[in-house]
């Protein structure tokens, strides 16, 4: 039978964990997720544990940054198997605190920030990054790591956390995980599993178009507008419902570039049925330079 892993409903109890840590001189580190983990979650746990010799994973699907038409109700809660998938990992600890405990009677304050949590998914989804940074500074405070880890695959959420991180002196490493992909390049997502079989044919596609325009921009001779133009009615020849954007930003602004000369990410947002597909790329420097 696989050994189980230690689960803790509770701030004090996840403290009186971290504190017995501290005192043997341990490391620690976070993974926060929204549970329903997949490989790109598990490749979290692995990457931080480079770095730290305790790892956390919380558990907790946060309301505040779902918008009033998003999935919150539906999104899926699957504690009993994220955990046994935890237990065959190097996690050590699990942090599934009820909505109460996180946002209790009364609770009133949030974090904000402007400029980057404003632009591209903080355009399409006002409010959600304020929910993000609210519940990230939390469990960072809550929890106390050396150290916490962030998939690259939401891309602007990681830039968005190291911003405020930044910003608030909060004293913790923030790390960034290798964008996972399965088989057809298609990012690993916990919302995947809302694609029907056509659907998920076609989202193999997104990552092929993103993969088309890098090479075309790579090349020298696309301007990134251009290249955005074309990657969007690609996605909507493959079948895409819409597309919110694809965009050629600057690395750590992600606000648009136009001189590519150093390089940029491209990030992009299609939808299929009633799902919004994330996906991003980093672009090269032209090979001309130019
Ligand atoms: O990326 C996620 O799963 C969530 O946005 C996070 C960082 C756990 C905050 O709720």
């Given at each position: 039978m696989a050994s189980q892993i230690p689960i803790v409903r509770t701030v004090s109890a996840l403290r009186h964990h971290v504190?017995?840590?501290?005192?043997?001189?341990?490391?620690?580190?976070?993974?926060?997720?929204?549970?329903a983990l997949h490989k790109g979650h598990l490749s979290l746990v692995d990457e931080i544990s480079q770095k730290a010799d305790k790892i956390i994973v919380s558990i907790f699907v946060n309301p505040t940054q779902f918008g009033k038409n998003d999935d919150l109700d539906?999104?899926?809660?699957?504690?009993?198997?994220?955990?046994?998938?935890?237990?065959?990992?190097?996690?050590?600890?699990?942090?599934?605190?009820?909505?109460?405990?996180?946002?209790?009677?009364?609770?009133?304050?949030?974090?904000?920030?402007?400029?980057?949590?404003?632009?591209?998914?903080?355009?399409?989804?006002?409010?959600?990054?304020?929910?993000?940074?609210?519940?990230?500074?939390?469990?960072?405070?809550?929890?106390?790591?050396?150290?916490?880890?962030?998939?690259?695959?939401?891309?602007?959420?990681?830039?968005?956390?190291?911003?405020?991180?930044?910003?608030?002196?909060?004293?913790?490493?923030?790390?960034g995980g290798g964008l996972v992909r399965e088989a057809d390049g298609l990012a690993y997502s916990s919302r995947n599993a809302y694609l029907n079989e056509k659907e998920r044919i076609i989202a193999g596609n997104f990552n092929r178009i993103l993969k088309a325009l890098c090479t075309a921009v790579e090349k020298g001779n696309c301007p990134p507008r251009a290249a955005e133009a074309s990657a969007t009615q690609a996605l909507l020849e493959a079948g895409f419902l819409s597309v919110d954007y694809v965009s050629i930003v600057h690395p750590q602004t992600l606000l648009p570039l136009s001189d590519m000369k150093d390089g940029g990410q491209v990030v992009a947002v299609a939808r299929l049925g009633g799902v919004r597909l994330l996906d991003n790329m980093k672009i090269n420097p032209p090979e001309s330079g130019s």
């Amino acid at each position: 039978m696989a050994s189980q892993i230690p689960i803790v409903r509770t701030v004090s109890a996840l403290r009186h964990h971290v504190a017995l840590w501290r005192r043997d001189g341990y490391k620690v580190g976070l993974v926060p997720t929204m549970g329903a983990l997949h490989k790109g979650h598990l490749s979290l746990v692995d990457e931080i544990s480079q770095k730290a010799d305790k790892i956390i994973v919380s558990i907790f699907v946060n309301p505040t940054q779902f918008g009033k038409n998003d999935d919150l109700d539906v999104y899926p809660r699957r504690e009993k198997s994220d955990c046994e998938k935890l237990a065959k990992t190097s996690a050590n600890l699990v942090f599934v605190p009820p909505v109460a405990e996180m946002y209790p009677k009364g609770h009133v304050t949030s974090v904000t920030l402007s400029g980057i949590s404003e632009i591209l998914e903080g355009a399409e989804r006002p409010g959600h990054f304020d929910g993000v940074a609210t519940i990230v500074s939390k469990l960072l405070m809550q929890s106390q790591p050396d150290v916490a880890i962030f998939g690259e695959k939401d891309y602007q959420q990681l830039a968005v956390i190291r911003q405020f991180v930044r910003d608030l002196d909060i004293p913790v490493e923030i790390l960034g995980g290798g964008l996972v992909r399965e088989a057809d390049g298609l990012a690993y997502s916990s919302r995947n599993a809302y694609l029907n079989e056509k659907e998920r044919i076609i989202a193999g596609n997104f990552n092929r178009i993103l993969k088309a325009l890098c090479t075309a921009v790579e090349k020298g001779n696309c301007p990134p507008r251009a290249a955005e133009a074309s990657a969007t009615q690609a996605l909507l020849e493959a079948g895409f419902l819409s597309v919110d954007y694809v965009s050629i930003v600057h690395p750590q602004t992600l606000l648009p570039l136009s001189d590519m000369k150093d390089g940029g990410q491209v990030v992009a947002v299609a939808r299929l049925g009633g799902v919004r597909l994330l996906d991003n790329m980093k672009i090269n420097p032209p090979e001309s330079g130019s």
